[in-house]
């Protein structure tokens, strides 16, 4: 005593939502002074947004945001026993070390197969991975996570998030003129990065017999990473950086500050630790809080 009624139309069938972090290392050292890759290992974890089903068959891809290229694709996400809706997907790739001895990577992990990530904010789902050959003689090379104690600027970034950055500087053969490349990471409350690059060295400077004291000041260009989407800010900027190697008290109280300023009009766009010392408000350096 019944009957169906169809009406035409399409279903339509989307990937479940995801979250994703990345829970890898982020520092990788090379074999050697000479060599120019790293064996660099990336992790990530994934989390149905949808707790009442287990996980389906869910992969997951690694990009490089900078030069959008996918470092590894499809990588298969294993369920973790006893928390059926949340999996883990790890990969081993080779990755450059650059042409001054550290690079840096924003690496953005994109859930696909049957799951989507893509309302997730960017800092959320976005971590810089260094890859570097060890330290040599008459080189600044590096790389870490320092913690947001007092930051200022126009983008100050989330006070809630580390700041990540990668030095690799070094002489030419003569000894006479600097070469390297500066980069920062600054996640921002919005859920996007602001992402500022050093293009040419202007200066660095070296004192001290045994804790060593340098400051570096270089030109740079500022990018915003937001929804995998990277948009020029500005460019020709100034990038100060200031470090200082207590070798007489290890490598545990080492300290660095960064300070981003525009040359056209002066303002502050980034200070790591923005105090008032001698009556003047300035970067100060801080210990880093995971780093090489």
């Known amino acids: 005593n019944y009957h169906f009624d169809y009406i035409d139309g399409d279903l339509w069938i989307v990937p479940a939502d995801a979250l994703v972090n990345y829970v890898g290392e982020t520092i990788f050292v090379s074999s050697g002074s000479s060599s120019t890759t790293a064996q660099v290992t990336l992790t990530a974890s994934l989390q149905a947004v949808d707790e009442d089903y287990p996980l389906g068959t869910a992969t997951v891809d690694f990009i490089d945001v900078g030069s959008g290229k ?33 690079e840096s990577y924003l690496i953005r992990v994109v859930a696909t197969g049957n799951y989507d990530n893509s309302a997730q904010p960017d800092d959320d789902k976005t971590a810089t991975v260094v890859a570097m050959k060890p330290t040599t003689a008459n080189t600044i090379i590096g790389g870490g996570t320092i913690d947001p104690v007092a930051p200022a600027g126009s983008y ?79 460019g020709n900027v100034t990038l100060r950086m200031d470090v200082t190697d207590y070798l007489s008290g290890g490598s545990l109280n080492d300290e660095v500050g960064f ?9 502050l766009f980034y200070s790591s630790r923005w105090v008032l010392e001698n009556n003047a408000w300035k970067t100060k350096t801080q210990k880093l809080f995971s780093g090489t």
């Open 156 to 234: 100050s970034g989330d006070p809630s998030e580390n700041v990540t950055f990668s030095i690799g500087m070094q002489y030419n053969k003569s000894g006479t003129n600097p070469q390297g490349k500066i980069t920062l990471a600054i996640p921002q409350s919005d859920g996007s990065i602001i992402y500022v690059k050093s293009n040419s060295i202007s200066s660095m400077k070296v004192t001290g017999a045994t804790d060593k004291f340098a400051t570096i000041y270089t030109k740079a260009s500022i990018y915003k990473v937001d929804s995998g989407v990277v948009t020029t800010l500005d």
């Open 259 to 267: 300070t981003v300023l525009s040359s056209k009009n002066s303002n």
């Open 70 to 102: 996918v470092l590894a694709a499809n990588v298969p996400v294993s369920p973790v026993v006893g928390q059926p809706n949340v999996g883990t997907a790890n990969t081993i790739v080779t990755l450059s070390t650059g042409q001054y001895g550290a």
